[in-house]
Each structure stands twice: as C-alpha cells, then as structure tokens.
C-alpha cells in the first residue's frame, strides 16, 4: 500500500512538472523566435475605492423630477415618522438596520427589545390614512347590501336569467313526472299484490270449507245416513 500511494505522489508530481516544463518550452521557444515583446503582458494594481459620493442635490432633483404629481386620493400613501436611535457604526451593520424596521434598539444595553413596531407604525398609519379619507367625506366600508356592477350587461342577464329559468321549470316538471310515475306504478303494484293475497285467501278458505263438507259426507255415508252418496257428488274440488 505504502509503494503505491508513493507511486501515486510520484506520479502527481511529475505530471505537474510536465506542465510547468512544457510551458516553460514555450515561453523558451516564442522568446528564440522574437514572439515575446515589451507590453503583452501588463500587471494590474488593484484599485482602491473613492470616497462615497454623496450627491444629496442631484438626488433631490432627479427625486422632483420621477415623483408623482397626483393628488393624494390617487396616492394614498401614508408617512408615519418613528425615531430610530442609532449610531455610525449601526449604519454599516446590515443586521442592526434591518432589525430596527421590526424592533426597538436599546443600544445602551446592547439588547434587542421586539415589541413588534412594524404592527403598530401598520395600525397608525391605516388610522392616518382613514381619517384623511373620512375628512374627505370618501366612505371606507361597503354597505351591507351593495352588490358590485358586474361586466355582463342587464339584457344578456335577463336572456341567461330566463333561459335558466325556463330550464330550471322543465327540469322540474320532469322531475315532478317521474316521481308521480314511479309513485302510481309503486301504489298500482301495492294494490295488486293486496289483490293477490285476497284471492289466494278466498281460495284457501273455499278449499277448506268443499273439505269439510267432503269429510262430513263421507263419515255420514259410511253411517249409512246417505245411500246414494248425492252429497259427495255435489262436492267441487
């Protein structure tokens, strides 16, 4: 294992050699032909950073020349000021600059106090901006009983109105006609099975009765009460 990992090191190194080596070659070779000159290649020095610019009249004026002209109901936008102790270190520390958006910076303690400023600068300045709205006698709440314009005009409504309409009646009255059908066919199947038991009934207790009256014929002619056994003859099964 150890031969093969120093093979291997070998191996790494004398490739890296070869590269270096061939390019060696080739700066040797493109300096015997006069291929290398004064200026190909230029060290760059790295350059510093100015100052900050810091053009507050240019921004003041390109500020003048993109802002909005509308009036404010157009606008509605609502500035609520809320101081921010901070200091020139904070300024560069993108963590704390952020966090003072959402919390209130104590930055004698050096804590971090969140009593969720952002819900509250939210609630005054929907209180600010309703209030500017209700001077301007403009409603902010929608009656109870508005219904918004739709795009569709009242004719087309009427039309679709009334083809549903008429649609919902036909569905209905099918509807109706089925289940009337269904209910007759079910009360017409009810009476005739009622039918049915009373006649199979019927004839079950005249069967009893023709035997009855057979046994009673038959025990009266072996009596000899009846001699030429009319009675029986009489008897329908």
């Known amino acids: ?67 909005s002209k509308n009036q404010w109901l157009e606008r509605m936008d609502v500035t609520v000021d809320r101081p921010v102790e901070s200091t020139e270190d904070d300024r560069e520390n993108d ?15 050096g804590t971090l106090i969140s009593f969720g400023c952002s819900c509250e600068q939210a609630k005054r300045t929907v209180a600010e901006g309703i209030a500017k709205l209700h001077a301007m006698k403009i409603l902010t709440k929608r009656p ?10 009242d004719e087309h409504m009427q039309r679709v109105t009334g083809e ?47 035997k009855r009256t057979l046994a009673d014929a038959v025990k009266k002619h072996q009596k000899g009460e009846l001699s030429d056994g009319s009675e029986m003859n009489t008897t329908a099964w």
């Open 164 to 210: 549903q309409t008429i649609d919902f009646i036909r569905t209905s009255l099918m509807k109706l006609k089925t289940a009337k059908e269904r209910s007759e066919a079910a009360k017409r199947v009810r009476e005739e099975k009622r039918f049915a038991v009373r006649v199979q009934r019927q004839v079950l207790k005249a069967r009893q009765v023709q």
């Open 1 to 67: 294992q150890e031969a093969e990992d120093h093979s291997i090191a070998d191996d790494e190194e004398f490739s890296t050699d070869s590269e270096y080596s061939g390019e060696d070659a080739e700066i040797q070779a493109a300096y015997k032909f006069g291929l290398l000159k004064p200026g190909l290649n230029i060290m760059k020095t790295k350059q510093l950073p100015g100052p900050p610019i810091n053009n507050e009249e240019g921004l003041r004026k390109k500020l003048c020349e993109f802002k």
């Open 144 to 153: 109870t009983d508005y219904f918004a314009e739709m795009a569709k005009s």
């Open 95 to 109: 963590f704390l600059r952020e966090v003072s958006f959402e919390t209130l910076t104590d930055l004698s303690l």
